[in-house]
T-cell receptor, first 114, second 110 residues
């Protein structure tokens, strides 16, 4: 059973650019959630995907968008990058939506916007 | 907006001591989870509590969910350097989405 993987591990972008982050969910899981964790803060929920559809969204602007693929892997896209987007982006996969389901996190992608 | 407040923010104690960290909210959560996160890694789930008043033990760690399901505590007995890390609590809100606290950064001195 493979765990949650994320790529790339680190990324440096310039303000105004666009970025795509990738996540492969743990085998057997059908739900992927994305979180942003700024330095010294807890993770903040961005959105969740279930059956390739967005299934809830946190307080993030539309320039944060995502996709989920038939194999349950997922992408997070951020357009028009801002300096405040610098953070650790975490992906978590789980099996059941709408229950106290257990989420398994990947190691994250550290994004730096200069 | 449902918020989870964790206290203390930072805690540094000697190996062998006991400690308790807290997670409080004015809102009711259907379940609450505790995670530990180490630098450069994602959070690792330690426990999920669902029932008000529930107590769960994981070796030297004891987790309690408040009777009203608004708060939780994590007690560590005889802390060891390997317990060092960021402890995060997370509650599931009315929309079945998980909200995290800012965490307690724990450092155990050998």
């Amino acid at each position: 059973e493979t765990g949650v993987t994320q790529s790339p591990t680190h990324l440096i972008k310039t303000r105004g650019q666009q970025v795509t982050l990738r996540c492969s969910s743990q085998s057997g899981h059908n739900t992927v959630s994305w979180y942003q964790q700024a330095l010294g803060q807890g993770p903040q929920f961005i959105f969740q995907y279930y059956r390739e559809e967005e299934n809830g969204r946190g307080n993030f602007p539309p320039r944060f968008s995502g996709l989920q693929f038939p194999n349950y892997s997922s992408e997070l896209n951020v357009n028009a990058l801002e300096l405040d987007d610098s953070a650790l982006y975490l992906c978590a996969s789980s099996f059941i939506v709408g229950t106290p389901h257990e989420q398994y996190f990947g190691p994250g992608t550290r994004l730096t916007v200069t | 907006t449902q918020l989870l407040e964790q206290s203390p923010q930072f805690l540094s104690i000697q190996e062998g001591e006991n400690l308790t960290v807290y997670c409080n909210s004015s809102s009711v959560f259907s379940s609450l989870q505790w995670y530990r996160q180490e630098p450069g890694e994602g959070p690792v789930l330690l426990v999920t509590v669902v029932t008000g008043g529930e107590v769960k033990k994981l070796k030297r760690l004891t987790f309690q969910f408040g009777d009203a399901r608004k708060d939780s505590s994590l007690h560590i007995t005889a802390a060891q350097p390997g317990d060092t890390g960021l402890y995060l609590c997370a509650g599931m809100n009315r929309d079945d989405k998980i909200i995290f606290g800012k965490g307690t950064r724990l450092h155990i001195l050998p």
